[in-house]
């Protein structure tokens, strides 16, 4: 495992590694993209919660900032 030789899949008849190389730059990608609309959408959510201290438009954010935590992961990837 060290050494890095994790043999041949048994499937697939490629090396691991390489596999493993191409699930990372897959997963990268989605990591990269959803962080990217994660910041479009919550920064300017954020400026107007600010802007509307203790009113409708600070609630209303917040609420949707938790439920979009809140939801599980698998409900997001059906949308």
């Not at 048994?10 to 989605?30: E, G, N, R, T």
Request: hydrophobic content about 55%; proline content about 4%; some cysteine.
């Amino acid at each position: 495992m060290v050494t890095g030789d994790w043999g041949q899949s048994l499937i697939f008849k490629v090396p691991i590694a390489d596999l493993l190389i191409q699930k990372i730059k897959a997963s990268s990608l989605i990591v990269v993209m959803s962080m990217g609309i994660a910041l479009i959408c919550a920064v300017p959510l954020g400026v107007w919660a600010a802007v509307h201290r203790d009113r409708w438009q600070d609630g209303a954010s917040s609420s949707a900032a938790l439920i979009g935590v809140s939801l599980p992961d698998f409900f997001w990837g059906s949308c």
